[in-house]
């Protein structure tokens, strides 16, 4: 489910944007968070 929105997402915690800054998308953060 982690892939669901895109592949970089397997690459938490937060992976390089298209920005080159630190990424966290919205909808994973409090799901991650309560690992």
């Given at each position: 489910?982690?892939?669901a ?13 298209p ?7 919205v909808a994973?953060?409090?799901v991650?968070?309560?690992?």
């Amino acid at each position: 489910m982690r892939t669901a929105l895109a592949p970089e997402i397997s690459t938490w915690p937060p992976y390089k944007g298209p920005t080159g800054k630190d990424f966290v998308p919205v909808a994973f953060a409090p799901v991650q968070e309560g690992r």
